[in-house]
C-alpha cells in the first residue's frame, strides 16, 4: 500500500472531478478526521488515516482491502470507478438524474437510461457531465455520463439515451466475486 503518484492523483481526482466537482476537498477533510486516498494492487482505497496506521501493521500480502475501493487503474493506466464508490459520490453530486420506478430495474441490470424512464434532471446538466442516478424516493442507484444535455433531454425522441451507464448497485450481485 502506498501513496499515490503526482499522476494516479490527477486521474482520480479528474474523475472524482466529473461528479462531485470541487467538493473533492470535503472527501479529504471531514469533520470527524482527515482521509486519504492509497494505492493497493493497483485498486484505489479511501481510509481515514487513524485506519491507514493501523493496516501499515499487517503483512502486504495479508491486506485484502484497506479501505472503501474508489476504483482501480487499468492496463493503460486509465482510472475506472468503482460502485462502491457510490455512497461518496452521492451526497457530493453535482448534477443528478431520478430515473421513474419502471425504468430502475433496467438501469440495475446494467442499461442505459433511455428518454422514456426518465424523472428528472438537474438543472443545467452539461452533455457527457457525469451524473449520479436516482430512484424517485432519493435512493441513489448508481452513476454514468449524461448523453444529452437537460435542453436536449426536452426535445428527444421517447427511446433516445439520456445516460450512459457506468456502475450500479445491482453489481453487488452481479460481480460480487471481483468487487473488493
Avoid at 115 to 136: D, F, H, P
Amino acid at each position: 500500500m502506498r501513496p499515490l503518484t503526482e499522476a494516479e492523483t490527477r486521474a482520480v481526482f479528474e474523475k472524482l472531478g466529473k461528479y462531485i466537482g470541487e467538493n473533492i476537498q470535503l472527501l479529504v477533510e471531514r469533520p470527524d478526521g482527515t482521509y486519504c486516498f492509497r494505492l493497493h494492487r493497483d485498486r484505489v482505497y479511501y481510509l481515514s488515516e487513524k485506519l491507514l496506521k493501523l493496516a501499515a501493521s499487517v503483512p502486504r500480502e495479508s491486506l485484502v482491502a484497506p479501505g472503501t475501493c474508489f476504483g482501480k487503474f487499468t492496463k493503460s493506466q486509465k482510472f475506472r470507478l468503482s460502485v462502491t464508490a457510490l455512497d461518496f459520490l452521492a451526497p457530493y453530486a453535482k448534477y443528478k438524474v431520478w430515473v421513474k420506478p419502471g425504468s430502475e430495474q433496467s438501469f440495475l441490470y446494467g442499461n442505459h437510461v433511455l428518454k422514456s424512464g426518465l424523472g428528472r434532471i438537474t438543472e443545467n446538466t452539461a452533455q457527457y457531465q457525469g451524473v449520479v442516478v436516482y430512484s424517485m424516493a432519493d435512493v441513489p442507484l448508481g452513476f454514468g455520463v449524461a448523453a444529452k444535455s437537460t435542453q436536449e433531454c426536452r426535445k428527444v425522441d421517447p427511446l433516445a439515451i439520456v445516460v450512459f451507464h457506468q456502475a450500479d448497485v445491482g453489481e453487488y450481485v452481479r460481480n460480487e466475486d471481483t468487487l473488493t
